[in-house]
């Protein structure tokens, strides 16, 4: 088969195929990864634990090298794509944009790979590790409204935003993710961690899914609630891995999300929804009334009211800015005016 002939869809199952053999990779690097000496466990959960212990200026040096060249490489491939293409050229095969973009980041997957084994710190040895969560909270928050027009924001009830911001949304999230998920990426080594594992199988998806611009099965709808849902179980188990105590604040806050808004975009029958309602609430009873305190139950909306928030205040940052360009033109014009 032609590469330019691949349909999109083996595409798909390829990447999710590679990212689970990536994992394979990893835990069998785990033994060579022993030779390194990393912090000690920190109390603060903030302090992100898999870096080593002194720092060394080639682990720095290869890992900001790779992390900038991945990041403008994709930054070209997506730019190409949006000057070439347009919402009327969704094709079902790759295109030579396609092809370009999954190789990029298929060696830079294996450079990470080296990278670890080689030298293990990435960059969070210079950066707080609330910088990759951000990141990744915010690409989920812009697909939230980006999303508000085909599935709602609330129980499928749609938010009235302004066109031109969805629309922009919609232009420019390409260049964010890619920074948001290539950031993550080389933010952490490749150590053999549940949560780890779990969290190179999102990011690796998510490159595949911003290679695929362009194609339809970039819209298929189930594809990408599973990018959107993976955040769950890996921020579950990270708090698990960290022996914290706020497990129960990623799970249900993340599952209140789904049931609030993401699963409204499947098509769901509506006794599955409402197995899905049962479930969640049987699951906050048991957590809150047998393994924790009721007034902890506030943790359940926690992150729902944190990203429901943040992106209002983006549409509210949006509104005041189109507000001041109203202004501001016709200050323009009068000036340009007077001084003919």
């Known amino acids: 088969m032609s590469l330019s002939r691949i349909d999109a869809k083996h595409a798909v199952n390829g990447s999710i195929v590679f990212s689970v053999l990536l ?30 212990a002194e720092q060394t200026a080639w682990g720095q040096l290869t890992a900001w090298l790779g992390f900038a060249v991945h990041q403008l490489l994709i930054w070209g491939t997506i730019a190409y794509a949006q000057k070439r293409y347009s919402k009327r050229d969704y094709s079902n095969t790759l295109r030579p944009v396609n092809l370009w973009a999954l190789g990029i980041n298929l060696v830079f997957v294996g450079l990470h790979y080296l990278q670890t084994l080689f030298f293990y710190d990435a960059i969070a040895q210079d950066l707080p590790s609330w910088t990759a969560q951000f990141a990744v909270a915010l690409m989920l928050i812009v697909i939230l409204g980006m999303e508000n027009q085909r599935r709602g924001l609330f ?3 749609k938010v009235k935003f302004r066109k031109a911001f969805t629309d922009g949304l919609r232009k ?4 964010f993710f890619s920074f948001a998920v290539i950031y993550t990426f080389w933010f952490h080594p490749m150590a053999p961690t549940w949560g780890h594992l779990i969290g190179f199988i999102h990011v690796v998806l998510v490159m595949a899914q911003g290679s695929l611009m362009f194609m ?33 604040m990623f799970f249900f806050g993340f599952a209140a999300i789904f049931l609030v808004t993401q699963m409204h975009g499947l098509g769901l029958k509506p006794w599955v929804r409402q197995a899905f309602y049962s479930s969640f609430l049987l699951i906050a009873l048991y957590v809150y009334l047998v393994m924790r305190e009721p ?30 360009g109203s202004r501001w033109r016709p200050l323009r014009l009068a000036s340009s005016e007077g001084g003919d």
């Open 23 to 52: 994992c394979a990779a990893i835990v069998a690097m785990g033994g060579a990864l022993s030779q390194f000496e990393i912090i000690p466990l920190p109390e603060d959960p903030l302090v992100y634990e898999w870096q080593l």
């Open 155 to 157: 129980f499928g009830k």
């Open 172 to 175: 420019y999230h390409g260049f």
């Open 216 to 248: 339809r099965v970039h819209l298929n709808k189930r594809w990408m609630f599973l990018l959107e849902i993976l955040v769950l179980p890996h921020a579950f188990q990270v708090a698990l891995n960290q022996s914290s105590d706020i497990w129960p």
């Open 295 to 324: 007034y902890q139950a506030n943790e359940i909306l926690r992150i729902p009211l944190i990203e429901y928030l943040v992106l209002f205040m983006m549409y509210w940052i949006y509104l005041a800015g189109a507000w001041l």
